[in-house]
Antibody, heavy 128, light 109 residues
Framework: EVQLVETGGGLIQPGGSLRLSCAASGFTVSSTYMSWVRQAPGKGLEWVSVIYSGGSTYYADSVKGRFTISRDNSKNTLYLQMNSLRAEDTAVYYC??????????????????????WGKGTTVTVSS | EIVLTQSPGTLSLSPGERATLSCRASQSVSSSYLAWYQQKPGQAPRLLIYGASSRATGIPDRFSGSGSGTDFTLTISRLEPEDFAVYYCQQYGSPPDGTFGQGTKLEIK
C-alpha cells in the first residue's frame, strides 16, 4: 500500500528550528517528485516546496532561505528542515507525492504536476 | 505569479443537485497544470482531477473537470452526502509554483 506518514511537529518558539519527516512506503521517494504543503488554522492550502527526483529543489517565496527540503534514500524518507520559524509558519504540514502529467494529444500544453498521495499531516505551532 | 480565484466562496446545495465550482486564473494556465482536490474536516486533501479533466483513480464519474486558458470548472453531477467538503483548485507547472485557489466550501442546504 502506498502511504506517507509525517512526524516531527510540535510547539516551538519563534526563531527556533524544527525538522519534519515524511516516511514513505509502497514506492521509492527518490524516483519521484515530493512536495510539502501546509495549511494554517482555518485557512486554505499553501504549496511550500518540492524536490525533484534528480535532486533539484524549489521553494515558495514565503519560506525561501529558511526552509530546506531533502530526502534520505536509504530510509525512503523526505524531510523539511525549518529554521527561523515565525508565528505565521503555524500550520498543519502535509507531504505529498507528485506525479507528472503530459497529454500527448496536446503537447503544446506542456507537462503539469499533481499530488496523488498525501500524508495525514503533522502540526507545527510557533508561539512563545 | 499566477493567482487562482475560486467562486463561489460557499455553495449551499441539497443532495441530488448539481454543483458547479469555478476556478479562474489571473493569466492563462496550461490545462495540464490544473488539478482539483477535495478536503473534509480533519483530513488531508484528496486528489479528484488532474490535467483539468482526468479523473484520479477511484474517483466516481459524477465528478468531472473542464476548462482551458483562464477558466476551469469542477462539476459534481448529482451530489451525494459525502461530497460536502471544501474543494481546491491548483495550478502546478514548471518552474514549480503549486499555487492553490482559496477554496470553495460546499455545504448542505
Amino acid at each position: 500500500e502506498v502511504q506517507l506518514v509525517e512526524t516531527g511537529g510540535g510547539l516551538i518558539q519563534p526563531g527556533g528550528s524544527l525538522r519534519l519527516s515524511c516516511a514513505a512506503s509502497g514506492f521509492t521517494v527518490s524516483s519521484t517528485y515530493m512536495s510539502w504543503v501546509r495549511q494554517a488554522p482555518g485557512k486554505g492550502l499553501e504549496w511550500v516546496s518540492v524536490i525533484y527526483s534528480g535532486g533539484s529543489t524549489y521553494y515558495a517565496d514565503s519560506v525561501k532561505g529558511r526552509f530546506t527540503i531533502s530526502r534520505d534514500n536509504s530510509k525512503n524518507t523526505l524531510y523539511l528542515q525549518m529554521n527561523s520559524l515565525r508565528a505565521e509558519d503555524t500550520a498543519v504540514y502535509y507531504c505529498a507525492r507528485v506525479l507528472r502529467y503530459f497529454d500527448w494529444l496536446s503537447p503544446e500544453q506542456g507537462a503539469g504536476y499533481y499530488m496523488d498521495v498525501w500524508g495525514k499531516g503533522t502540526t507545527v505551532t510557533v508561539s512563545s | 505569479e499566477i493567482v487562482l480565484t475560486q467562486s463561489p466562496g460557499t455553495l449551499s446545495l441539497s443532495p441530488g443537485e448539481r454543483a458547479t465550482l469555478s476556478c479562474r486564473a489571473s493569466q492563462s494556465v496550461s490545462s495540464s497544470y490544473l488539478a482539483w482536490y477535495q478536503q473534509k474536516p480533519g483530513q488531508a486533501p484528496r486528489l479528484l482531477i488532474y490535467g483539468a479533466s482526468s479523473r484520479a483513480t477511484g474517483i466516481p464519474d459524477r465528478f468531472s473537470g473542464s476548462g482551458s486558458g483562464t477558466d476551469f470548472t469542477l462539476t459534481i453531477s448529482r451530489l451525494e452526502p459525502e461530497d460536502f467538503a471544501v474543494y481546491y483548485c491548483q495550478q502546478y507547472g514548471s518552474p514549480p509554483d503549486g499555487t492553490f485557489g482559496q477554496g470553495t466550501k460546499l455545504e448542505i442546504k
